[in-house]
């Protein structure tokens, strides 16, 4: 039995993002999208029920990384978990991930079975 959780998916390209939402709405889940870490900061204090977010680590202007050093400062206890989708798992990026609250990483093209029982997890918890 699935949680319904709303996810967040924060990526600049539409394809990526059409596929998640696919996955994630077939699974019952609703599903808000921002195509760059400036919009998914806005949607991140405008979404009351939100329990994930994805977000692609490499986008223009705002990347995923920088998008949750900004969102640190305006929730110091955010109530949702994070996931990071990327085709960079390097060490480095893992590690600042990780210091940020990052619970996840997925890695481009993602498993939708894998994606699926990860976000089952998270949310089951929160």
């Given at each position: 039995?699935?949680?319904?959780?709303?996810?967040?998916?924060?990526?600049?390209?539409?394809?990526?993002?059409?596929?998640?939402?696919?996955?994630?709405?077939?699974?019952?889940?609703?599903?808000?999208?921002?195509?760059?870490?400036?919009?998914?900061?806005?949607?991140?204090?405008s979404t009351p029920d939100l329990k994930l977010v994805i977000s692609d680590v490499h986008m223009a202007n705002m990347g995923g990384l920088e998008m949750l050093k900004a969102a640190k400062e305006k929730f110091p206890a955010w109530p949702f978990s994070i996931f990071m989708l990327t085709t960079d798992a390097t060490a480095g990026v893992k590690n600042e991930g990780k210091e940020l609250g990052v619970s996840a990483w997925i890695l481009k093209p993602f498993d939708s079975t894998k994606l699926l029982q990860a976000i089952a997890k998270v949310t089951a918890a929160k």
């Amino acid at each position: 039995h699935w949680n319904m959780a709303t996810i967040l998916i924060v990526d600049d390209s539409k394809t990526v993002r059409r596929d998640l939402r696919e996955t994630l709405e077939k699974a019952g889940h609703k599903v808000v999208e921002a195509d760059s870490g400036t919009a998914g900061l806005k949607l991140m204090s405008s979404t009351p029920d939100l329990k994930l977010v994805i977000s692609d680590v490499h986008m223009a202007n705002m990347g995923g990384l920088e998008m949750l050093k900004a969102a640190k400062e305006k929730f110091p206890a955010w109530p949702f978990s994070i996931f990071m989708l990327t085709t960079d798992a390097t060490a480095g990026v893992k590690n600042e991930g990780k210091e940020l609250g990052v619970s996840a990483w997925i890695l481009k093209p993602f498993d939708s079975t894998k994606l699926l029982q990860a976000i089952a997890k998270v949310t089951a918890a929160k």
